[in-house]
């Protein structure tokens, strides 16, 4: 079993609809989680961080589940602009970080 | 503040010779992480450093490859007698000494091609 592992996609949605992302780690000692985005061959950047309580940071909507090693994006309201590849982030307890295989969005018109 | 350099953003090798990248981090980060992004694939980590120390390195292939943090100036990504395989996108990253968060910043990526 790959440690971080995401919804395979690509994902194709209309404007304005509502596209949740799901990501499972493997390992349950993992301390920090994030959501980053790819734009077609430009770096990664930070999206969110993940917390445990959960955290909104406008139309997104980060929530973690340590007792399931599930971790969850919500996008409301989807812009033409969401269109990337979405990629689970996990630190792990012996200080390594995983980025997961990402999850492509494309917003159609 | 100046985010994460890379440079060169585009480096044309033919196969046998060398490739040096570099990274300066941002400032105030004393971690810098190396990955590599084939065509149409995901990134995958390379190696983790701290000022003069290699931390995990992993990801690195055994040979080849190797890389440093010096105390003064940029990170470096070397690669020897490169081949086609090594033709991708690298990426580095550097985060703050802060334990806690982790978030990790990039760079625009070197784009390695290899004739």
């Known amino acids: 079993r790959k440690e971080v592992e995401q919804d395979p996609g690509p994902f194709n949605v209309p404007e304005g609809a509502t596209v949740a992302f799901n990501c499972t780690y493997s390992?349950?000692?993992?301390?920090?989680f994030f959501w980053y985005r790819q734009d077609c061959r430009k770096e990664p950047k930070l999206l969110m961080s993940v917390y445990s309580s959960g955290n909104e940071d406008g139309r997104f909507t980060a929530q973690l589940n340590r007792a399931s090693q599930y971790i969850s994006l919500l996008i409301r309201d989807s812009k033409l602009s969401d269109s990337a590849t979405y990629l689970c982030v996990v630190k792990t307890s012996y200080d390594k970080v995983i980025f997961g295989p990402g999850t492509s969005l494309s917003v159609i018109p | 503040n100046a985010g994460v350099m890379q440079n060169p953003r585009h480096l044309v090798r033919r196969r046998g010779q060398e490739a040096r990248l570099r990274c300066s981090p941002m400032k105030g980060h004393s971690h810098v992480y190396w990955y590599r992004q084939l065509p149409e694939e995901g990134l995958k980590f390379m190696v983790y450093?701290?000022?003069?120390?290699?931390?995990?390195e992993s990801g690195m292939p055994k040979e080849r490859f190797s890389a440093e943090f010096p105390k003064e100036g940029p990170s470096i990504l070397r690669i020897q007698q490169v081949v086609r395989g090594d033709s991708a996108a690298y990426f580095c990253a550097s985060s703050p000494p802060n334990v806690e968060t982790y978030e990790q910043y990039f760079g625009p990526g070197t784009r390695l091609t290899v004739t």
């Open positions: 450093l701290q000022k003069e120390n290699i931390i995990d």
């Open positions: 390992n349950s000692a993992s301390q920090s």
